[in-house]
């Protein structure tokens, strides 16, 4: 086992939380981390502030530049595996490299999901969900004085807030769907409206929404909930989606996300799914659940990596949260403090 090459898919919190316990657990093993991200593993709850300016890009890593190093742990970055032969233990990479693995954890996380109705304005619709797309929109926000926000998850209110501190005008498109599966009622819709109004934006409905053109001057026309606006940018927030179509073909079964246990091992030997990746049969539910959020990565990339080792350790569902379905708690609390 201490000889044995473990390779972690990802380099999200619980790519690097699995990576940090395989260390601990197994002193000598080889223990490489890939990831299709150019940037060192960041803390993605600060990009919006990237966006605002309140933070500098060196704030937003948690680990020094020696970390690696320190702890003997391959990061290979700008690398994005394509596809993962199981027969024969091996994961082909995007520049055709092939990197055999005696243990694999799967932490691909997630991807910004646009809904259908949305699907063919995506190239113009902004999403945020690495540090290169936070520079972007920082750039580019710089350049308009109006953005419209659609959805209503809970990285929009972060970005919500962010644009509102640099003095753009933010109309908010208010969706019911943008937790998707989940869908806000009418209660929580009032109050989300609320805290942005407070804050200084302006809310609508996404509904009766009638497409999305550009102007000669560049800035869009957007025709929804019977108005036409003019806005210099458009973002879409409805959630995060488990980023997992490379893996359709793998031979793991997928559905939303990687089908996992309670100990999230995929169904194949010393192959484990953690974090916003994983669907894990929920017992309460009965029905497997993804669920998203930074600690429970980090958790969830803990157990994956202990019980590759040889432990036995179940995942729980997280305790705090403010939605709830069939009575089942939904940890999304952070979104509370906007
Ligand atoms: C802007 C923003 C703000 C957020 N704020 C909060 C917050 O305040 N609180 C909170 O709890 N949660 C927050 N979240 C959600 C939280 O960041 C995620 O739940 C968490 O990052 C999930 O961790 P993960 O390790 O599962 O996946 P991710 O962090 O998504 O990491 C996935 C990793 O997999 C890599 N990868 C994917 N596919 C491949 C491939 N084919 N080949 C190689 N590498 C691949 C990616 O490059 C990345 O390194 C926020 C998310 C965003 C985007």
Request: with cysteine; glycine share 8%.
């Amino acid at each position: 086992m201490a000889e044995d090459k473990f390779v972690i898919i990802g380099s999200g919190p619980a790519g690097l939380s699995a990576a940090l316990t395989l260390r601990q657990s197994l002193a000598d093993a080889a223990v490489t981390v890939i990831t299709k991200d150019v940037s060192p593993p960041y803390r993605p709850h600060l990009l919006p502030k990237i966006i605002s300016g309140e933070v500098e890009e060196k704030d937003i890593y948690p680990c020094s530049s020696n970390f690696w190093n320190e702890h003997r742990i391959f990061l290979r970055r700008a690398q994005e595996v394509k596809t993962i032969d199981f027969d024969k233990n091996f994961l082909l990479l995007e520049h055709r490299e092939t990197l055999k693995f005696d243990g694999l954890i799967i932490a691909v996380g997630g991807t910004p999901r646009v809904p259908e109705r949305l699907g063919s304005f995506r190239q113009i619709l902004w999403t945020l969900k690495t540090f290169k797309d936070a520079k972007s929109w920082r750039q580019y926000v710089a350049k308009v004085e109006s953005v419209l926000i659609i959805g209503g998850d809970l990285t929009s209110l972060a970005v919500t807030r962010a644009l509102l501190s640099l003095g753009k005008q933010v109309t908010f498109a208010i969706t019911r769907e943008a937790l998707w599966p989940l869908r806000y009622d009418a209660d929580v819709v009032e109050e989300l409206s609320r805290r942005l109004q407070v804050r200084g934006a302006r809310t609508i409905f996404f509904d009766n929404f009638k497409g999305i053109s550009r102007r000669p001057e560049g800035d869009y026309e957007v025709t929804v909930s019977g108005e036409t606006l003019r806005v210099g940018m458009i973002g879409a927030f409805f959630g995060l989606v488990p980023d997992v179509a490379f893996l359709t073909r793998s031979g793991l079964t997928i559905d939303r996300g990687i089908l996992v246990d309670e100990y999230l091992n995929t169904g194949l030997e010393n192959v484990y799914a953690a974090g916003d990746c994983a669907q894990i049969y929920h017992p309460q539910i009965k029905d497997y659940w993804v669920s998203i959020g930074f600690d429970n990565a980090v958790a969830l990339g803990r157990i994956a990596a202990l019980n590759l080792v040889g432990c036995s350790v179940k995942a729980e569902t997280s305790a705090e949260s403010i939605f709830d379905r069939d009575d089942v708690n939904v940890n999304t609390s952070w979104w509370l403090s906007f």
